[in-house]
């Protein structure tokens, strides 16, 4: 046994001793690690690691103060536990509805089909409409220019027209867009319902 260990249990016969009728110490961690022993702890120590002992045996601990940048990280790797257990909640909500819902990876890929044909159809025909709108914003501007190439103030007629179907244009050039990436969502969707649906059946 070396000198240290000796001292270290001489003070602690010593603390037990000079404590015998209150049968209670303290022991506390300083700066350098290096463990003290008494029947209180000094004021400077109170965020150190600290034991209360009882008739020689450990009855309470307390570990000592985090700093600043111990709390901020415990904080943050609070925030991700949490955050995991979130999304685990969702995933489990979400497989429990694949299960309700669908009886078989075909039936899903059905209604994916089904859906998709419908988004296709109303795509062509906004594209059709779109098309005819911008011929006919095109024949209203060759005539405003003609107009114009003769030193003629066009009408106001033809003017409106036109204004009206520059806006009847973009509304169709932005609901096409709506669409189509309405489609590729509903793709998207679909295909990882049929994956993740897969994967449940086969842990079944």
Do not use: C
Not at 29 to 54: A, F, K, M
Not at 88 to 102: K, P, V
Not at 111 to 136: F, Y
């Amino acid at each position: 046994m070396n000198k240290i260990a000796i001292s270290g249990l001489l003070a602690l016969t010593l603390i037990f001793s000079a404590t015998a009728l209150s049968a209670q110490a303290y022991s506390w961690v300083d700066e350098d690690g290096n463990v003290h022993y008494g029947d209180s702890i000094p004021p400077e120590y109170r965020d150190q690691e600290q034991r209360t002992l009882r008739d020689g045996l450990e009855v309470e601990r307390k570990d000592r103060a985090l700093t600043e940048e111990e709390r901020e990280e415990l904080r943050l790797q609070q925030e991700m536990e949490e955050e995991a257990r979130r999304a685990a909640e969702i995933q489990r909500r979400e497989d429990e509805r694949l299960l309700r819902l669908y009886g078989s990876v075909d039936e899903i890929e059905r209604l994916r089909d089904d859906r998709v044909a419908g988004l296709r159809s109303q795509i062509r025909l906004t594209a059709n409409s779109l098309e005819e709108l911008e011929e006919n914003l095109e024949r209203v501007e060759e005539r405003i220019d003609e107009h114009e190439e003769r030193g003629d103030e066009p009408p106001e007629h033809l003017e409106s027209r036109y204004e009206d179907l520059a806006r009847q244009v973009t509304e169709h050039q932005r609901h096409l867009l709506e669409r189509e990436e309405q489609l590729e969502r509903v793709r998207a969707r679909f295909n990882n319902e049929i994956q993740r649906f897969s994967e449940l059946q086969e842990r079944d």
